[in-house]
């Protein structure tokens, strides 16, 4: 291969990194010399081989030696934009056995804080030791943090638009009419001669946020493979319990049940309050959440679950039914996160649905206008379809 210009010799650059230094990644120069690499690109191609050249499940290129596995994170945020980093740490956890070298709490300052590493933190959990938990802490909440600003605007304003027109009345005072539903309601009495509608209906909302219009409990499946819906939970759980016109609860369950709700002023005290992994009973979550529910037709109830249920499937059923016949609004989300096509029991998922339960993944961005289309009673399975969301039907 030669170079003759600067975009080729950029993509030789990129491919001799990809390839590695071998002679039979077959990348040279003008001259027929192995392509020479600068000073920066001599580091990214270490850091990239000591961990893709290495062993898989072994200490490879980096060994056991956690200051050069210190250092190796610090390369790859050198020398690497955050996007591929965090792609790099995730194949490192795999790879190199990362997550034991994670417990010690230098490392865990020297690691980019992403959704992933809080991910195995809470996977992690109790095992962490003393000495590394406050770190661990520290990069939970970094992220947390950053998550809750992001959404939290869009899960504000549609949660509060939602309620506003929910609580519409047929007495509004004048500032509270909505005109494009008044004017829609009352198009019968248009007077063609005086090209107007004369409005005998008014059609309006109230804003009374002094008290609760809502009851919403998150029910999280706390078994492994739902470690980021419980993470993206966490943080909306919080942002919900900081409305006044809004009762958040959350529970967490695996075959135990535990109510996370007094916690959910801080994403982080719940993330260390799970514990992933174990056995799943649904029936038994659903039974404590059908427990709290003192107003049903305000009440939405939300599970987060696979649907893998290890208690008895049939009573589980029953249970929904029961919830979604006292009038509460009952959806199941497969999964809560951005990590692509959840594994679910489609057994399952399709007896929910047949039993009035939409039950499809959902990504956080969608989340806040699925929490507004439950308040405002629409369809979920209706704007589901609006939304490009394939949910789960009758098997």
């Not at 010399?33 to 000073?39: D, F, V």
């Not at 989300?333 to 489609?346: C, K, R, V």
């Amino acid at each position: 291969m030669t170079d003759p210009d600067p975009g080729a010799r950029e993509r030789l650059r990129r491919w001799r990194l990809i390839l590695g230094g071998d002679d039979a990644d077959g990348v040279s120069g003008e001259t027929g010399e192995p392509l020479a690499l600068s000073a920066d690109d001599v580091r990214r191609d270490q850091a990239l081989g000591a961990l893709y050249d290495a062993p898989a499940k072994g200490p490879g290129g980096m060994g056991a030696s956690s200051p050069r596995v210190a250092r190796w994170l610090g390369d790859i945020r050198t020398y690497f934009p955050s996007t591929v980093v965090q792609v790099m740490q995730g194949d490192a956890m795999d790879r190199l056995g990362l997550r034991q070298l994670l417990l010690e709490p230098e490392m865990l300052r020297t690691v980019q804080p992403d959704i992933g590493l809080v991910t195995t933190l809470v996977g992690l959990g109790r095992a962490i030791p003393q000495r590394s938990r406050e770190t661990a802490r520290q990069v939970v909440r970094h992220v947390t943090r950053e998550l809750e600003e992001r959404l939290r605007s869009k899960t504000v304003q549609a949660v509060t638009g939602a309620l506003n027109r929910a609580a519409r009345t047929r007495r509004p005072r004048h500032r509270d009419i909505d005109w494009n539903r008044t004017i829609a309601a009352n198009l019968k009495h248009y007077q063609p001669e005086y090209r107007t509608v004369v409005p005998e209906r008014l059609i309006g909302y109230t804003r009374n946020t002094s008290q609760v219009q809502r009851e919403i409990i998150l029910c999280i499946d706390q078994s492994g493979s739902m470690a980021e819906s419980v993470v993206y939970s966490s943080v909306f759980g919080a942002v919900l319990s900081s409305l006044r016109s809004v009762r958040t609860r959350l529970v967490v369950f695996d075959t135990e049940v535990v109510d996370l709700t007094d916690e959910l002023d801080d994403p982080v005290d719940v993330l260390f309050g799970v514990q992933l992994g174990g056995g799943t009973d649904i029936n038994r979550a659903l039974a404590y959440c059908q427990s709290q529910i003192a107003r049903p037709a305000e009440t939405i109830l939300v599970l987060i679950s696979d649907l893998y249920e290890g208690g008895i499937a049939e009573e589980m059923l029953r249970r929904a039914a029961s919830i979604v016949g006292s009038g509460a609004t009952f959806i199941a989300l497969l999964a809560l996160g951005d990590s692509g096509h959840p594994s679910f029991d489609a057994n399952h998922a399709a007896a929910l649905a047949e039993i009035g339960v939409p039950a499809f993944a959902c990504t956080p961005d969608q989340f806040p206008e699925l929490m507004a289309a439950a308040i405002e009673r629409r369809d979920i399975g209706a704007w589901a379809a609006a939304q490009g969301i394939v949910t789960a039907g009758p098997a």
